[in-house]
């Protein structure tokens, strides 16, 4: 991966390339996957970010970018309950709403949230060996309905 890097942008391995080893294996990047980093369509954020706003975010420095996807990657926070702030339909709030019994249709939807999409939610099928087939299926799935969301208009 430095290597790679290196030959892109140096300043980006310090950033992604973990100092730990993520769960029992060493994670080796699809083809393509470390080219996006550097991407002209493709910036990342070494910004602190204060605020998501209804179009975007809004970083420390008061600079405000629209996004059509925003992807939250927590690491290794195994807690099933965000630490931000999640308000879904009818102002339900996921820490409220997730307080007794935490669940969610095939760990990927919450029931109120209609916008809200998660790898490893309530549930997860989580056996033995690797779990990246699990999580691309999950990304497959949770990719065609932000499809359907966007395509169809769906608000």
Request: aromatic share 10%; charged share 25%.
């Amino acid at each position: 991966m430095q290597e790679k890097l290196k030959a892109l942008d140096p300043s980006i391995a310090a950033r992604i390339i973990p100092d730990f080893a993520p769960g029992c294996r060493r994670l080796t990047p699809s083809s393509g996957y470390l080219e996006a980093f550097s991407a002209d369509n493709t910036e990342m954020c070494r910004k602190d970010i204060e605020w998501v706003t209804e179009t975007g975010i809004r970083t420390s420095d008061r600079e405000e970018e629209d996004f059509d996807l925003l992807v939250y990657a927590t690491g290794f926070d195994t807690s099933i309950i965000p630490r931000w702030k999640q308000i879904g339909k009818n102002a339900i709030d996921l820490k409220e709403h997730w307080k007794n019994d935490p669940e969610a249709f095939f760990s990927v939807h919450v029931d109120q949230m209609p916008n809200y999409f998660m790898i490893g939610g309530p549930n997860f099928p989580v056996s033995h060996g690797t779990v990246t087939t699990r999580f691309a299926i999950v990304c497959d799935y949770i990719l065609k309905w932000t499809m359907k969301i966007a395509t169809e208009d769906i608000k």
